[in-house]
């Protein structure tokens, strides 16, 4: 069965630092997010990413966050300059067209800030 | 903010079923009811979504009441494995990036 898969699953980084993180969607999937998670708190919606550009992004996603679709296969969120608040759990969604339009999760990626 | 009203916890024994209830008293006539759980620190897994019929899959079965305000989520018979954070969602399903919004949902712990 198709899956959504994350690189790296734990990144530590210091603050300040630049880091990417990387995402494989399901393969046929035309819509991409990221939602992220700090430690005990609700999955919150970052940003999604439709037919090469932003459809939506939260108040979260400021000027230091940004997303990429590079080639036919990866999706990435790069956060610029980190900071000891961006540490969580970041997952990364895609999502089909239509009827087949139900969110799949990868497993995450556990970022670090110290 | 999430539009669901959720129990923060509950309990089932193992090898019974589970019933998670949740509310949805504003949901408009186009939003679809989604199930999405949460074991430990994972990403969330898809369980189950519906409109205003009943729905049943592999995983677990979807009650909606006749008035759409609010549904039940069974897990017809919960393993330890089950024991998870369970969302409750309502959205709009249209074509478009439609983001989730996330509830602090039902911890649901299975008892040997």
């Known amino acids: 069965e198709p899956e959504v898969t994350q690189t790296p699953s734990h990144q530590v980084t210091q603050m300040g630092q630049e880091v990417i993180l990387r995402c494989v969607p399901i393969?046929?999937?035309?819509?991409f997010y990221w939602y992220r998670q700090i430690l005990g708190q609700k999955v919150e919606f970052l940003v999604s990413f439709y037919n090469n550009e932003i459809s939506e992004k939260s108040e979260i996603f400021d000027d230091q966050f940004s997303v990429e679709r590079p080639d036919g296969s990866n999706f990435t969120l790069k956060i610029r300059s980190t900071k000891l608040e961006d540490s969580a759990m970041y997952f990364c969604?895609?999502?089909?067209?239509?009827?087949?339009?139900?969110?799949?999760f990868g497993p995450g990626t556990r970022l670090t800030v110290l | 903010d999430a539009k669901t009203t959720q129990p923060p916890s509950m309990d089932c024994a193992e090898g019974r079923a589970a019933n998670l209830p949740c509310n949805h008293s504003?949901?408009?006539?186009?939003?679809?009811v989604y199930w999405y759980r949460q074991i430990h620190s994972q990403g969330p897994q898809y369980i189950i979504h519906?409109?205003?019929n009943n729905e049943t899959n592999e995983m677990a079965s979807l009650i909606i009441t006749e008035d759409r305000k609010s549904s039940t989520l069974i897990l017809p018979h919960a393993t330890l494995r089950d024991t998870a954070v369970y969302y409750c969602i309502v959205r709009v399903k249209i074509q478009g990036a439609q983001k989730l919004v996330f509830g602090q949902g039902t911890r649901l712990t299975i008892n040997p």
């Open positions: 519906g409109l205003k």
């Open positions: 393969s046929n999937h035309l819509y």
């Open positions: 504003t949901i408009s006539g186009n939003e679809y």
């Open positions: 969604a895609s999502g089909g067209r239509g009827s087949t339009d139900t969110q799949y």
